[in-house]
């Protein structure tokens, strides 16, 4: 994803995608990119609407119903990978497991106070981020600033809403085709690279030592 923001999406400072894990890129001063994982989302929220027999809280409508729990989001904010360094990834396991014995320990409370609770969470850790990004390499931020969210998430009113209220810089949702085919079109677009043996994996986001050339060209058969 962090090669198909800094090409084909260069004008946006930041980008977030909110997945079932939310992640982010950000284009640095000297051309570089980094990007990594933040921490759950849509796992951690579709899993509570599940329990209210929803596929997923539409809009956020539920969650912005709720009232912040602060044991509860002290808990969600607590887990040792938040304060990592990046380059840094998350596994849908993790967030599970640890996301979900965090919410076990606050069975009694409604389930609209622990949806509220976690797009307080997903909020507050992607604001932090952008704060961290900003300090540890040196970028200055501006209204001007623009982070562009895309992924199931960013169909979260309620979500866009508290980030924006919580993040330094200006938030920007694009039209829905954009939201719901992004991860293809980077898909596609590392394809293109891998073709012209170009770069399509890089190391600032992978930790590796070097930029690599990923993926294998498979030629059909002749008739």
Same mark, same amino acid.
């Given at each position: 994803?962090p090669?198909?923001?800094?090409?084909?999406f260069?004008e946006?400072?930041?980008?977030?995608?909110?997945g079932?894990?939310?992640?982010?890129?950000?284009?640095l001063?000297?051309?570089?990119?980094?990007?990594?994982?933040?921490?759950?989302?849509?796992?951690?929220?579709?899993? /509570?609407?599940n329990?209210?027999?929803?596929?997923y809280?539409?809009?956020?409508?539920?969650?912005?119903?709720?009232?912040?729990?602060?044991?509860?989001?002290?808990?969600?904010?607590?887990p040792?990978y938040f304060?990592?360094p990046?380059?840094? *990834?998350?596994?849908?396991?993790?967030?599970?497991?640890?996301?979900?014995?965090?919410?076990?320990?606050?069975?009694?409370? =409604?389930?609209?106070?622990?949806?509220?609770? %976690?797009?307080?969470?997903?909020a507050?850790?992607v604001?932090?981020e952008?704060?961290?990004?900003a300090?540890?390499e040196?970028?200055?931020l *501006?209204?001007?600033? %623009?982070m562009?969210?895309?992924?199931?998430?960013?169909?979260n %009113?309620y979500?866009?809403?508290?980030?924006a209220? /919580?993040?330094?810089?200006?938030v920007?949702?694009?039209?829905s085709q954009?939201i719901?085919?992004?991860?293809? /079109?980077?898909?596609?677009?590392?394809?293109v690279? @891998?073709?012209?043996?170009? %770069?399509?994996?890089l190391s600032?986001v992978?930790?590796?030592? *070097?930029?690599?050339?990923?993926g294998?060209?498979?030629?059909?058969? =002749? @008739?």
């Open positions: 994803m090669i198909c923001d800094k090409i084909l260069a946006h400072r930041f980008c977030l995608n909110i079932g894990i939310a992640n982010i890129s950000c284009k001063p000297n051309g570089n990119i980094i990007g990594y994982d933040i921490c759950g989302a849509n796992l951690v929220l579709n899993r /509570l609407a329990d209210l027999n929803l596929k809280d539409e809009n956020g409508s539920i969650a912005a119903s709720g009232i912040l729990h602060e044991p509860l989001l002290n808990g969600m904010n607590a040792h304060a990592r990046y380059p840094k *990834s998350l596994s849908a396991g993790w967030v599970r497991k640890s996301m979900g014995g965090i919410l076990a320990k606050h069975k009694e409370l =409604p389930t609209a106070d622990k949806l509220c609770t %976690t797009v307080e969470h997903i507050m850790q604001a932090r952008i704060n961290h990004i300090q540890q040196h970028i200055d *501006s209204p001007d600033t %623009t562009l969210v895309t992924g199931g998430g960013a169909l %009113t979500l866009i809403d508290r980030i209220a /919580l993040a330094p810089v200006r920007v949702v694009p039209d954009t719901e085919f992004k991860e293809a /079109l980077a898909m596609a677009f590392i394809g690279l @891998r073709i012209r043996q170009q %770069t399509n994996c600032a992978t930790g590796a030592d *070097s930029d690599v050339i990923g294998a060209i498979y030629q059909a058969l =002749p @008739r």
